[in-house]
């Protein structure tokens, strides 16, 4: 009898310790990617203000309505280059991320992936100037709306501190 009694102690001993472990695992997971891809985001968003992406974006703007003519200016980013290696390598856990943060997470990196096919196409310069306005506009939108979207992130993750938004 105590033998049995030994038996079944120890198996719920190793049953509680493999559940402790892949609890562990999982929370360690979670809370890599989740900073991995606030690393990333945090990155994009102070190169573009860095970069002062919105401001040139008006600047280019101004002067296609002064001038009259398209400047051949763009930002042309690396269309080779991926600026979302973390989160395309993480988009199969993407529920893994806090339930308040992936809403967030997903409107930046799909904002900022339409941003820079945007910046990076050159078929830009072939349409008329209204159409180009139009865009910029858009555009300068589109990268405000996931500055915003990406600090809300970074607010939530405790391990950043939020960028201050660009103005629009």
Excluded at 14 to 20: D, E, I, R, V
């Amino acid at each position: 009898m105590t033998e049995l009694i030994g038996a079944i102690i120890g198996g719920c001993v190793g049953l509680c310790s493999a559940f402790f472990l892949a609890w562990r695992n999982t929370r360690k997971e979670k809370r890599s990617i989740s900073n991995a891809i606030c690393s990333e985001m945090q990155s994009l968003i102070e190169l573009a203000e860095r970069r002062h992406y919105i401001d040139n974006l008006r600047r280019w703007k101004n002067d296609i309505e002064t001038i009259g003519n398209i400047p051949n200016r763009a930002f042309m980013a690396n269309p080779g280059y991926n600026f979302f290696a973390v989160f395309d390598a993480n988009l199969s856990r993407i529920g893994t991320l806090p339930p308040k943060a992936a809403p967030d997470v997903v409107r930046f990196y799909t904002l900022m992936r339409s941003l820079l096919e945007d910046l990076v196409n050159k078929e830009l310069f072939c349409r008329t100037k209204p159409e180009v306005i139009k865009i910029i506009n858009e555009n300068i939108s589109i990268l405000s709306e996931a500055i915003e979207a990406g600090n809300r992130v970074l607010q939530k993750n405790n391990k950043y501190k939020a960028i201050e938004c660009v103005p629009k």
